[in-house]
């Protein structure tokens, strides 16, 4: 029966199985099921197309398939989007709206809602994603589309149950028979390549059923609704899946599920051999928490042991593998797979399959079915560890990652989804154990510390599953579920989790450990550092945010506590497992210390906003101690790293110090570390505190108050800025507040301001580098409107600007006067440098606004800033700043700065003086006046008794005992008999070996304190750890000396003050002057200053604090006076001469200084100077050394200097000098159209660009016309060429020898350098001012002839001139003799017909003809002039002063084309003089049918006439000649304008006009504009033309009234664009300066008394009259006769052609760019997913034509012709080579030039004025109109060559 249906139409079979199956007897099921076998039968391809259409017609029951789907659909009742795209889909986000981070829209809702104003972005999907339009748990609802707005589903009707029947029925079927396909193609070993060809076979197959699927899913909830039935409904599973129901096919059934059981074998985490293995060694290892490997105590320890002595290296993967198992609540995660229902199935091939893009749409499409939501989730939760075990398999890791995190996304982005199967499907358990699992696999031994006695194990940071980041996805969805609360709380809740979590963080606890080469470097850099710092950040820090995110309140405080307690159990396992006990080893370094950050994180939580007692978090002493180590390792090392220590270890070494405190780390990193390094400062005994720091910086042997020392540790060229390292630390540590009190706004306006400081920084680049908290849902957020109030705050917004040089500046923010005033501080600056650099660059800008406000005009210091108040809870670590290891650290550096000790520099002097000043702002609260009122007599000779600084500063130390070499200067001195001890002193016991425990070098420090303060003698008090810092077996004599010192800390620093400012007895109390001053001292007043400022100000605040220390300083300064030097020895002379040269000078250095900058400043003006004279592109020709291109009016020759040779000299025929010129043909003159309005880009199909009333287009349509209907010869010399591809050329000025050009050039031939020139092309630069050039215009030598003055009515009548014009013009050319000129100047003129394409040469019908060539020539300077013209703004109303006039070579070039053209004799027989000023015969054109006529005057184009007469005149030629021949062509001009008028008249107004020119034309008809018309009108009517035009144009019928005075106006209209090229023509031949005028009315009169036609006395208020302009050499009505006669005699042939060959209009607006919309997301919308109208493809690189709006592939090869790709192909099409393209995924431009091209900016630009390149950003982007006018203007004066630099071959490639 199924049989005899397939043979039968799909649609009737349908429609009676649809009946049958309605009736109840179920015969009809039972009919369709047998069909369902043979359609859907294994033996069957599932692609085959039958297949497909079977399912369709079936399910649609008899209905066509389209029309089931929108029946269907009528019923979607679903108000989700849902909308599933995949990579590189453009969609949107706003934060504005998102509930959740992971918010996004498709643009279709986006658009449809309102998001005006808010925070949004435009992004490329990197791994595909949906839309979340209409889901209330993910965005708000005022977000939401008008088509996702919630409504209630009530007023949808329900899904009649007939609708969907067959459907219910056919897709369980089509389901299974997918499942079916997928088993079959499965096959295990994956790495073999036929296999995978295999698998992607299979897929390939399965595809047309997926579609079906996928096109199911799109018809909305009704069906979604039968498909989730149909996917979560168990029987169905079971009845189908085992295949029992199918009775014929039972061993395909069977062998097809024992695949699916064999392929469901290894999906468990652990295989079962492990298990096995794993169940004993539970047993062993007992049931107790097993940490890390094997580092707890008790029975756990001892297994781990004897195991990995047994199984050595493989040990330690089984080891873990164990106490994964072990702390694993659940063995389910471990186990294989049981699926229950098609989902679960299907999901489990699709990770077998490495998610195929097609299955994971489908999956996804399903989404908005709340009930398929909630099943699958559990489904992928399910199948959560078999998919992570896939992925660290699988070969393309990154794809599939993308694709995993496409689904997961989607699931646990919703709260209460992800807390539902938290509760009931045990997520964090299994993301946990997963990660473990997987981390597992790359485990190596740690080598830190104690390498033999190491139990501790790492990740091996060169794994592939660190390297390649595959451990992302999960880690991804692990801070997706933590930024719920919820989940967060159970995370925190379940002790169990967070051991294993602390165990997981201790992977990384000390990871990529770096060792110091001492020796050679090293062999191989490894570059796994990056894979680490990215590993902690996300696998540790970023779940740390999201948890700290919910310990925000008091309610959170007990999770916060039991955090921090599992950190310290995580510590002490790890102190325990490295064997650590009190010294780190030396020369290692690890970057990686998560559980102490951690640690710290939590510490700052639970003190800042839960208010918890610190002391009750912190551990004991010892472990404190412990936990400063390995931070403060980290901060010495970077001292080393700066200092070049590690430089053996390779660049890399310097790339993991960067990061460190890169803008994306600092915060999870540095910040941590230093914070939990002030955490121990304040509870650990300072002392102990201080000397570790020296210590760990090993600069403790520098700390001796002896000329020499030896240090182990360091070598002397590092010992300078190691030092300046430990005591920048100590500065740091001290200043800094960031966790210790500074609250959210401080904090983010130090970071801004900081940024600031070191540079004008864009708002992107504010925002990435003050990034925001890892966590996306932590208060403040970079963009956010919290962010902008404070950057508009703190900085000033500079909008962009264009430089002269080319490159754009975006819009910079830079720091308001007030904040470099009140908040630069140089210490956050040091914080947050990457670059060393930045710090000066800091110094430089602030050193630049104290100059500017005039506050400080020498070298300033770094400012002191007066710190924010600490937490009380921090308060003991300002006991750093009164311990008494510091003081004499401090003296004792004083004392060397003093002295002039080697090492020492300013950096170090005003560190310790902010150490100083510091602890003066900080005194302890005990009062120091009892000290005070004893202090003198304490003063002895010993180190400070007290701690407190205040009185210590004046305590005086007499005398010091220090171990010297015996060769040091301190040797020969006697040894007074009271003395005390340096520090260095007690090396000389026997107390120099190593201490090993932090205990015995504690009390060992106390005894040494105990016994120099009650000792007799008053030794040194010796600071902590000093007996072990210098080497045992130093091998230098050494002995000890006392040294007398007898000077005080404020006696130091009144000494350092007079050294500074270079004067003695510089410092004079300033309270002996005004005696209130130390009561109210200002401390903004001595902020700004060097280091004299900073040393008064610490005396001023010592002053203040301390009577004692008042009484102190006036001593000091009376004694000061005019000391008596004590007798020394010669070399202490020697030293003394020295000291004082040096105070010299330090005194001459200002002045040194100011003479350097005058210097520097008068180089920068001669400089500006020279490109004032050299380059400047504005500057009127009145230059005479540079304005060659003027004939000069005097006896000399023009001098010309050779910029090679630097030779001057005039110009000859031997050996000509050559302007550098720049040929380019340009079409910028044919893209002017008719409409004054530039043209609107398209950006809907409705809108279109038609390049017809272009004037490239128009000139191109009228020679055709006249070609066709009139002689060849005669239609070349009619008209001009160029407007397409005509060539231009522009100079920069200066000229050469053209011998020595040809040497410049063999000389860049040779040069090997990369060029982003062609030389071989000719191409240079300019030897002076490097201005791009490609050929030298040979400039011709002047004549040595007295050039008379010449007045334009002068004797000599028209008539006269005419004839001498005509005679001069039947002279033969005559062949130039063969000079170096001569071939330099036919050089040239080939170099100008190359510049351009052969198409746009040729338009003659004999290709290569000489009218062709005549017809280049002669365009060639017409397009010159009217460029000019154009540049000048299109009109000579400035004249010669007008500011776009460039350098011209329009003479050079004239004569050039001059000699060529003169080459050429035109017959006499068809001259156009003669027939422009006699009567002639007019020859029958019947005469010789073969032959077409000549083109009528009054068609031919006057400016085009006179560059024919002029270059066709010899070289002689006079200024008379010229206006004769002006004249002349002005009358045929008027005439062609009253023609041209005559038809824009109707009949009538005709026929009016006729008849009263008639009347007058008995008066002086010659210069009468009404008789000239009427005469036109009646000689033309003769034609019978205008009836042809009232018929063919019944436009040009205007209702317009006519009166003289419009007529008046509008020829001359007409008339001005001759004018004007015959102007500037005149200008540039005889050196006339160009009259200008006020108004534009002002012009046409003003250019007619310029060029002869008017009398110059003739005022320029004085209304003007064009005809009056008028002057014929024959009789008037007679000659307008004939020029009429020529037209009507040839109409005949071509009368549809008449009226456009006779209307002519001259008037062109000024060429422009198309108009760009506002909005930049109006032509992206619109073009980014538009087809190439040549290959119908979405280009990958869409562009657009700014020019001509053309949309084009770039780099497309479907579109490529002849080697040529599609933008360069138009470049040429469209602008002769010149093409201006806006990329339109990337909203950049790019110019191409020729051979060239480069990325010329944007001229669309954000809010903050910012480029938005390849639109990363996404933020919405406004067209900058000032950067289109740029980019407008360089395409009109064609000077892209010469503004933009950057440029590059393009090999025809774009």
């Known amino acids: 029966m199924a049989v005899s249906l397939l043979r039968r139409d799909k649609r009737s079979v349908a429609a009676s199985l649809k009946a049958e199956c309605s009736r109840p007897d179920g015969r009809g099921v039972q009919l369709l099921s047998e069909l369902l076998d043979n359609v859907l039968s294994p033996k069957r391809p599932v692609a085959e197309a039958e297949v497909i259409e079977w399912c369709k017609c079936l399910m649609a029951g008899g209905e066509s398939f389209d029309d089931f789907c929108k029946m269907v659909r009528a019923y979607d009742n679903a108000t989700l989007c849902g909308l599933v795209w995949t990579a590189n889909f453009v969609a949107y986000r706003c934060r504005t709206c998102g509930i959740s981070p992971c918010m996004s829209l498709c643009a279709e809702c986006f658009n449809a809602g309102e998001h005006t104003g808010h925070d949004f ?12 339009c209409g889901d209330s748990s993910v965005m708000r609802d005022s977000g939401f589309c008008k088509r996702h707005r919630s409504t209630s589903s009530s007023s949808i009707p329900s899904v009649p149950n007939e609708l969907m029947m067959m459907s219910e029925h056919i897709l369980p079927r089509v389901i299974l028979r997918l499942v079916q396909h997928l088993r079959d193609g499965y096959s295990e070993s994956v790495s073999d390549p036929a296999t995978e060809r295999d698998l992607q076979k299979t897929l390939q197959q399965m595809e047309p059923l997926i579609s079906l699927l996928e096109d199911l899913t799109k018809m909305g909830g009704a069906m979604r609704s039968i498909l989730t039935r149909v996917l979560g409904n168990h029987q169905i599973y079971k009845d189908l899946s085992s295949g029992d129901f199918c009775t014929g096919e039972k061993t395909y059934a069977k062998k097809n599920y024992d695949k699916y059981l064999a392929a469901l074998k290894g999906s468990g985490l652990v295989s079962s051999e492990e298990r096995s293995v794993t169940s004993v060694l539970d ?17 756990g320890q001892m297994d781990s042991s004897d195991e990995e002595e047994q199984d050595g290296s493989q040990g330690i993967g089984k080891r873990k593998r164990v106490k994964l198992c072990n702390s694993t609540k659940d063995p389910s995660i471990m186990d294989i797979l049981k699926h229950k229902c098609f989902l679960e199935e299907i999901l489990f091939w699709t990770v077998k399959y490495e998610f195929p893009q097609k299955m994971v749409t489908f999956l996804l499409n399903m989404l908005p079915d709340q009930d398929y939501k909630i099943a699958f989730t559990k489904t992928f939760v399910q199948h959560y560890a078999f998919i992570m075990k896939t992925l660290i398999k699988s070969h393309e890791s990154d794809t599939m990652s993308n694709r995993i995190v496409h689904i997961s996304v989607q699931l646990f982005s919703n709260e209460e989804l992800a807390r539902q199967v938290t509760e009931e499907c045990q997520l964090l358990e299994i993301m946990v154990t997963v990660l473990l699992y997987m981390m597992e696999s790359c485990l190596v031994k740690s080598e830190l510390q104690d390498e033999e006695n190491n139990f501790h194990v790492v990740v091996n940071c060169g794994e592939p599953l660190l390297k390649n980041n595959t451990y992302w996805p999960l880690v991804s969805d692990f801070i997706n579920i933590l930024s719920h609360q919820s989940v967060a709380k159970r995370f925190l809740e379940d002790q169990g989790l967070l051991q294993m979590w602390m165990n997981f963080v201790s992977f990384f606890q000390g990871m990529n450990l770096n060792k110091r080469e001492l020796n050679e470097h090293v062999e191989f850099e490894s570059q796994t550092y990056y894979a680490a710092f990215a590993a902690e950040l996300e696998a540790c820090a970023q779940p740390m945010w999201g948890l700290l995110t919910h310990c925000k309140v008091k309610e959170m405080e007990e999770y916060t506590r039991t955090v921090v307690r599992y950190c310290l159990d995580a510590l002490q396992d790890w102190f325990d497992a490295i064997n650590f006990v009190d010294e780190p080893a030396p020369n290692q370094v690890t970057f990686h210390l998560p559980l102490h950050r951690y640690y710290a994180m939590f510490l700052s939580k639970a003190v800042r906003c839960q208010q918890l007692d610190l002391d009750s978090l912190l551990p004991d002493q010892e472990m404190l101690m412990k936990m400063m180590v ?9 001292s080393e790293i700066h200092s070049n220590m590690w430089v053996r270890n390779g660049l890399q070494i310097k790339g993991q110090a960067m990061t460190y405190v890169q803008s994306h780390f600092y915060n999870s990193m540095i910040d941590p570390d230093i914070f939990l390094l002030q955490v121990c400062a304040s509870r650990l005994d300072p002392d102990y505190f201080v000397s570790s720091v020296f210590e760990r910086f090993k600069v403790v042997d520098l700390l001796t108050m002896a000329s020499q020392h030896q240090n182990g540790a360091l070598d002397p060229e590092h010992e300078r800025s190691m030092l300046e390292g430990a005591l920048t630390f100590l500065v740091l540590l001290l200043s800094l507040r960031i966790h210790l009190g500074m609250t959210d706004d401080e904090i983010l306006r130090a970071e801004m301001v900081a940024q600031l400081c070191m540079s004008d920084r864009t708002h992107s680049t504010l925002l990435d580098l003050i990034p925001e908290n890892p966590n996306p849902k932590s208060g403040i957020t970079p963009g956010s409107y919290y962010f902008e109030n404070m950057l508009s705050a703190v900085a000033d917004f500079k909008a962009p600007v264009f430089e002269p040089g080319g490159s754009m500046q975006q819009g910079m923010y830079t720091p308001k006067a007030d904040v470099w005033n009140l908040e630069f501080d140089p210490i956050m600056v040091i914080l947050r440098t990457v670059y060393r650099r930045d710090v000066q660059s800091a110094m430089d800008r602030y050193m630049g606004f104290l100059k500017q406000t005039g506050k400080f005009n020498g070298n300033p ?19 750093i700043l009164h311990c008494k290891t510091l003081h004499i650290v401090l003296f004792t550096l004083l004392y060397k700065i003093s002295m002039d000790h080697q090492n020492m520099s300013e950096h170090i002097l005003c560190m310790v003086l902010n150490l100083i000043e510091l602890g003066l702002d900080n005194l302890p609260e005990e009062t120091v006046e009892e000290e005070e009122m004893f202090g003198e007599e304490r003063c002895s000779d010993s180190w400070f008794h007290g701690t407190n600084i205040a009185t210590n500063l004046h305590h005086i130390i007499n005398h010091v005992r220090v171990r010297v070499p015996e060769t040091a200067p301190e040797v020969t001195r006697e040894p007074p008999a009271s003395t005390s001890s340096d520090a260095t002193c007690v090396q000389s016991s026997n107390t120099a070996q190593v201490f090993s425990l932090v205990a015995e070098r504690r009390r060992k420090f106390q005894e040494i304190i105990n016994r120099n303060s009650s000792s007799t003698i008053h030794t040194a008090d010796v600071r902590p750890k000093t007996s072990k810092w210098t080497a045992p077996n130093s091998t230098p004599q050494f002995t000890t000396t006392i040294l007398e010192v007898r000077e005080s800390m404020l006696s130091l620093l009144i000494k350092i003050h007079h050294k500074l400012s270079g004067k003695q007895n510089s410092y004079y109390p300033c309270w002996l002057e005004n005696s209130e001053s130390t009561s109210r001292l200002d401390p903004m007043q001595q902020i700004h200053g060097d280091g004299t400022t900073a040393v008064e100000r610490i005396l001023k605040k010592t002053a203040a604090r301390s009577r004692q220390n008042k009484f102190s300083i006036e001593e000091i300064c009376r004694k000061v006076a005019p000391p008596v030097p004590p007798k020394k020895s010669i070399s202490d002379k020697k030293a003394l001469d020295k000291e004082e040269s040096k105070r010299i000078a330090l005194a001459k250095a200002p002045e040194g200084r100011e003479r350097q900058q005058k210097l520097l400043a008068e180089f920068a003006s001669r400089q500006k100077s020279f490109m004032e004279t050299a380059m400047d592109l504005e500057s009127p020709d009145s230059d005479v050394a540079m304005d060659i291109g003027s004939s000069e009016k005097q006896d000399s020759e023009t001098v010309y200097d050779c910029v090679i040779c630097g030779q001057s000299g005039p110009s000859t025929e031997e050996r000509p000098t050559g ?3 720049l040929l380019q043909a340009s079409s910028v003159l044919g893209h002017r159209r008719r409409s004054t309005e530039p043209k609107k880009l398209p950006t809907s199909d409705e809108e279109q660009i038609y390049p017809e009333d272009t004037c490239g287009t128009a000139h191109d349509v009228r020679i055709t016309d006249l070609q066709r209907h009139f002689k060849d010869s005669s239609c070349l010399q009619s008209v001009s060429i160029g407007w397409e591809g005509g060539v231009y050329v522009q100079t920069c000025g200066h000229t050469l020898h053209i011998d020595c050009h040809k040497s410049y050039m063999e000389s860049l031939r040779n040069d090997q350098v990369l060029q982003s020139f062609s030389v071989d092309k000719g191409e240079f630069t300019c030897p002076l001012c490097r201005q791009f050039a490609n050929s030298v215009l040979p400039c011709y030598p002047e004549k040595n002839e007295e050039k008379s003055p010449w007045l334009p009515y002068n004797n000599k009548t028209l008539q006269v001139l005419i004839r001498e014009v005509e005679e001069q013009q039947e002279q033969l050319g005559m062949f130039p003799s063969v000079t170096n000129l001569s071939k330099e100047m036919e050089s040239v003129m080939k170099d100008i017909r190359s510049t351009t394409q052969k198409k746009y040469i040729d338009y003659g019908k004999i290709p290569g003809s000489p009218d062709n060539d005549f017809l280049f020539m002669y365009s060639v300077a017409r397009l010159n002039l009217e460029l000019e013209l154009v540049h000048r703004g299109g009109n000579l109303c400035s004249g010669g002063a007008s500011a776009t006039t460039k350098r011209s070579c329009l003479n050079q070039l004239l004569h050039v084309l001059a000699m060529h053209m003169r080459l050429f004799r ?13 009567l002639t015969q007019v020859i029958d054109s019947g005469i010789c049918d073969d032959e077409k006529p000549d083109v009528p005057l009054l068609y031919r184009d006057v400016p085009s006439l006179l560059m024919i007469l002029v270059l066709t005149m010899p070289q002689e030629f006079h200024k008379e000649h010229f206006t004769c021949i002006v004249k002349v062509l002005y009358n045929l001009l008027y005439v062609q304008a009253i023609a041209t008028l005559s038809f824009r008249f109707n009949e009538e107004e005709r026929e009016a006009w006729k008849n009263s020119g008639k009347l007058q034309i008995m008066g002086n008809s010659e210069k009468n504009c009404e008789v000239l018309l009427s005469h036109v009108i009646s000689e033309l009517s003769k034609g019978k033309l205008y009836c042809a035009s009232n018929i063919n144009q019944p436009s040009m019928i205007t209702t317009t009234i006519w009166s003289l005075q419009s007529l008046e106006y509008s020829i001359q209209q007409f008339c001005l664009p001759f004018f004007r090229t015959a102007s500037l023509l005149q200008h540039h031949l005889f050196s006339d300066d ?10 046409f009169g003003m250019l007619a008394r310029y060029l002869g036609l008017l009398p110059s006395s003739l005022h320029s208020t004085d209304e003007v009259n064009s005809s009056s302009c008028l002057e014929w050499p024959v009789a008037t009505l007679d000659i307008v006769s004939q020029w009429c006669l020529e037209v009507t005699t040839s109409a005949e042939s071509h009368s549809e052609q008449v009226m456009n060959l006779l209307v002519q209009d001259p008037q062109w607006p000024l060429p422009c760019l ?8 109006t032509i992206f919308q619109y073009y980014h997913r538009k087809a190439c109208i040549h290959c119908s493809k979405v280009p990958k690189d869409p562009a657009l034509c700014l020019v001509c709006g053309t949309f084009v592939c770039l780099k497309g090869q479907c579109c490529k012709q002849q080697s040529y790709c599609e933008c360069v192909l138009h470049s040429q099409n469209c602008g002769a080579g010149t093409g201006i393209f806006l990329l339109i995924n990337a909203s950049v431009i790019i110019v191409i030039r020729g051979h060239r091209f480069c990325v010329w900016g944007s001229v669309y630009l954000d809010t903050h004025g910012e480029e938005d390149r390849d639109l990363r950003r996404g933020k919405p982007l406004y067209l900058c109109s000032e950067r289109y006018k740029v980019l407008e203007q360089q395409w009109v004066t064609h000077t892209f060559d010469h503004i933009n630099k950057r440029w590059g071959p393009h090999y025809n490639g774009l």
């Open 1219 to 1221: 302007l550098v010129v």
């Open 861 to 879: 210091w770094p400012p002191y800033r007066e710190r924010a108040r600490l937490n009380p809870s921090y308060k003991g670590l300002m006991r």
């Open 1634 to 1643: 160009l009259p200008s005028c006020q108004q534009t009315e002002e012009e």
């Open 630 to 638: 390995h931070p403060l390792q980290i901060q010495a090392s970077l």
């Open 1714 to 1721: 198309l108009q760009l919309p506002e909005n930049y997301n």
């Open 283 to 299: 047993q062993m290892a007992g049931a107790s928490n097993v940490t890390i490997l094997g580092a707890t105590t008790g029975a």
């Open 121 to 132: 972005n435009m992004f490329r999907s990197q791994a595909g994603g949906a839309c979340d």
């Open 1466 to 1478: 035109i017959d006499s027989a068809y001259n156009p003089w003669s027939r422009l000023t006699r």
